[in-house]
């Protein structure tokens, strides 16, 4: 694993490959998954079983993913409703100064490549995120939707 920082607080499953320039800590990865090159997940995050991270995919801070999920190129989560750089009394902001909202990707789920993922927005099981939407809502299980913001397409019929 050249070329990653694989943090010692890590947890990662069995058979976990891990491609290059990857930056990983406080994180716990399943069995089986595949994380791709430049691919950032922060501290809290978690990515079930069987999953595949593309390449330049952030996932911050309060995201859990669930086994069998498919996470596209360039997939950005976000876990603040309200962003700010700066606290009150003008300094800086800390871990104290804001809330982690927590977004829920459930199991067998798929989002596409450039999709925003709002936080605090659960994509439900089986349901299909287009390219480059932008979800502000969650998603109903076993439904498609795509756009900015993210409509409904129509439902998926389970196998």
Request: neutral net charge; contains cysteine; proline residues 3%.
């Given at each position: 694993?050249?070329?990653?920082?694989?943090?010692?607080?890590v947890?990662?499953?069995?058979?976990?490959?891990?491609?290059?320039?990857?930056?990983?800590?406080?994180?716990?990865?399943?069995?089986?998954?595949?994380?791709?090159?430049?691919?950032?997940i922060?501290?809290?995050?978690?990515v079930?079983?069987?999953?595949k991270?593309?390449?330049?995919?952030f996932?911050?801070?309060?995201?859990?993913?669930?086994?069998?999920?498919?996470?596209?190129?360039?997939?950005?989560?976000?876990?603040?409703?309200?962003?700010?750089?700066?606290?009150e009394?003008?300094?800086?902001?800390?871990?104290?100064?804001?809330k982690?909202?927590?977004?829920?990707?459930?199991?067998?789920?798929?989002?596409?490549?450039?999709?925003?993922?709002?936080?605090?927005?659960?994509?439900?099981?089986?349901?299909?995120?287009?390219?480059?939407?932008?979800?502000?809502r969650?998603?109903?299980?076993?439904?498609?939707?795509?756009?900015?913001?993210?409509?409904?397409l129509?439902a998926?019929e389970?196998?």
């Amino acid at each position: 694993m050249e070329f990653c920082r694989i943090a010692p607080d890590v947890k990662l499953g069995r058979d976990v490959k891990v491609f290059a320039f990857v930056n990983l800590y406080g994180c716990t990865i399943g069995d089986n998954t595949k994380v791709g090159t430049f691919v950032e997940i922060q501290k809290n995050a978690v990515v079930g079983k069987n999953c595949k991270i593309s390449s330049h995919t952030f996932i911050c801070e309060g995201v859990t993913i669930e086994d069998d999920v498919f996470i596209g190129h360039n997939v950005t989560f976000i876990n603040d409703l309200y962003p700010r750089s700066t606290a009150e009394g003008g300094g800086l902001q800390t871990e104290a100064d804001w809330k982690v909202v927590p977004t829920f990707i459930r199991r067998g789920a798929s989002v596409g490549s450039s999709a925003t993922i709002l936080a605090g927005v659960t994509v439900g099981e089986g349901a299909i995120v287009g390219a480059g939407s932008v979800v502000t809502r969650d998603v109903a299980p076993w439904t498609i939707v795509a756009g900015n913001p993210a409509r409904v397409l129509r439902a998926i019929e389970k196998k």
